[in-house]
């Protein structure tokens, strides 16, 4: 059964403070990992999809990478506008649906 | 380029009444997927449809829900008969016809049940 872990579940940074968002997963093949991130009330906003073991990629202060058992999300020198929940999700090999995981809610602090 | 749009944004129903969520996909965008998300849970995938067809609708309970994308107009997720555990957050998302498509999410249908 496909499965999603993400760790922490929740994250407080000072602003400045880099780290790492970790999703775990377990899926029969893999079609395709992706990045979300879900600000309160608003729906998920797509940040980077990931096909294979080793693929790395970057947008702004987000960094996503894969290996085949998981992918990180670093962020690195986070701002205040960063703060949000960040969502992994999986697609397995024929599979029309994403599975999600429960997200790391991400606080960054003045 | 408009996004993928929802309505209502909030929606109030007392038990038993009916609820329909409506989601218009992105322009050039034939499949549509809907996600409910119940709270400190995870997005729950529920249907996948393309224009007059259901797909996919292997997330959906059994009794009282429905979906549909006809040929004119939005997708229309339809849940009669409401109770209090449907009250949820519900998404759309929807796709271009390509290989390993990205999903891209609207902004949600709040349903609250009383």
């Known amino acids: 059964e496909d499965q999603v872990t993400q760790s922490p579940e929740a994250l407080r940074l000072q602003e400045g403070e880099s780290s790492s968002l970790n999703c775990s997963y377990t899926v029969s093949g893999l079609r395709g990992l992706f990045w979300y991130r879900q600000d309160p009330g608003k729906g998920p906003e797509f940040l980077f999809t990931l096909y294979s073991a080793g693929e790395e990629k970057e947008k702004e202060r987000l960094k996503a990478t894969l290996t085949k058992k998981e992918s990180f999300l670093h962020i690195t020198a986070p701002k205040p506008e960063d703060s949000a929940t960040y969502l992994c999700?999986?697609?397995?090999?024929?599979?029309?649906?994403?599975?999600f995981g429960t997200g790391t809610r991400l606080t960054v602090i003045p | 380029n408009a996004g993928v749009m929802q309505n209502p944004r909030h929606l109030v129903r007392r038990r038993g009444q009916e609820a329909r969520l409506r989601c218009s996909p992105m322009k050039g965008h034939s499949h549509v997927y809907w996600y409910r998300q119940l709270p400190e849970e995870g997005l729950k995938f529920m249907v996948y449809l393309q224009k007059e067809n259901i797909i996919d609708e292997s997330g959906m309970p059994k009794e009282r829900f429905s979906a549909e994308f006809p040929k004119e107009g939005p997708s229309i997720l339809r849940i009669q008969q409401v109770v209090r555990g449907d009250s949820a957050a519900y998404f759309c998302?929807?796709?271009?016809?390509?290989?390993?498509?990205?999903?891209?999410f609207g902004p949600g249908t709040r349903l609250l049940v009383l």
């Open positions: 999700a999986v697609q397995a090999p024929g599979a029309n649906n994403l599975f």
């Open positions: 998302a929807s796709s271009p016809p390509s290989p390993q498509e990205t999903q891209y």
